[in-house]
């Protein structure tokens, strides 16, 4: 138990050497809108010293590259930069290009993949997809991508997930994105009747597992 205690402590202090002087930014969906996001800008703001979290309900790729305008969303929006936080249910959201010229993070996380097994193909998004991996490579950040979590819905449902997230897997190892399984981490419960979102608690324990998978990257990436 000693030993066990010893070589967490040893990767955590690895992990605070390798990020606390890089700027993390973490664009995601409403599931980031939560005790998820919450959970996970926790985890972030432990190891780094400048996380910048965002966060926008019914997103998609598409969403974030705003091409040639800003999207909206009207059912929930949230950044928080350090002590400077919004949340609103109506916002314009920003754009990818203008967080990464703004910010200059050395990593980008990306939590997007939900809205996009909504969609009638999700192969439909690979190009916006691709587009979002270059831009974050092409502004000398390292890229890491969170794919959708389980879920119980008749618009997401298990053939959805499971064809975006071998989309957003193959397309990551095509442009040197980490990527997350989230399908590995989660099982929506099925007392749930709303069948996308997840209840508060069970948000945080999966917000805790994202996170120790995005530390291990991050310990990676420094080595």
């Known amino acids: 138990m000693k030993k066990l205690i010893i070589c967490l402590a ?14 993390i930014l973490y664009l995601g969906d409403s599931h980031s809108d939560g005790r998820f996001g919450a959970t996970i800008d926790k985890n972030l703001s432990s190891v780094s010293d400048h996380v910048i979290m965002e966060a926008s309900c019914g997103s998609t790729p598409l969403t974030w590259l705003g091409n040639n305008k800003f999207e909206k969303t009207i059912c929930g929006f949230w ?4 002590d400077n936080e919004t949340r609103t249910k109506e916002h314009l959201v ?23 097994a909504a969609g009638e193909k999700p192969k439909n998004y690979s190009s916006s997809i691709v587009t979002m991996m270059k831009m974050i490579k092409e ?6 991508w969170l794919g959708p979590p389980d879920a119980l819905s008749k618009i ?17 190892s095509q442009n040197n994105c980490y990527y997350i399984d989230n399908l590995k981490l ?34 990676s990436i420094a080595e």
């Not at 040893?10 to 700027?23: D, E, G, M, P, R």
């Not at 502004?139 to 890491?144: A, G, K, L, P, Y």
């Open 10 to 23: 040893t990767l955590y202090s690895q992990v605070i050497l390798a990020a606390n002087s890089k700027t």
């Open 79 to 82: 950044k928080k930069d350090g």
């Open 94 to 116: 920003p754009r990818l290009s203008d967080e990464l010229a703004i910010y200059h993070p050395e990593i980008t996380i990306i939590q997007l993949g939900t809205n996009i």
């Open 139 to 144: 502004n000398d950040s390292r890229c890491i």
């Open 156 to 172: 997401v449902t298990k053939a959805k997930l499971q064809e975006t997230n071998e989309l957003l897997t193959n397309l990551a």
């Open 186 to 219: 989660t099982k929506f419960p099925v007392e749930s009747k709303e069948g996308i979102h997840y209840p508060p608690n069970l948000a945080a324990q999966w917000g805790e597992l994202a996170a120790k998978e995005i530390l291990k990257i991050i310990s």
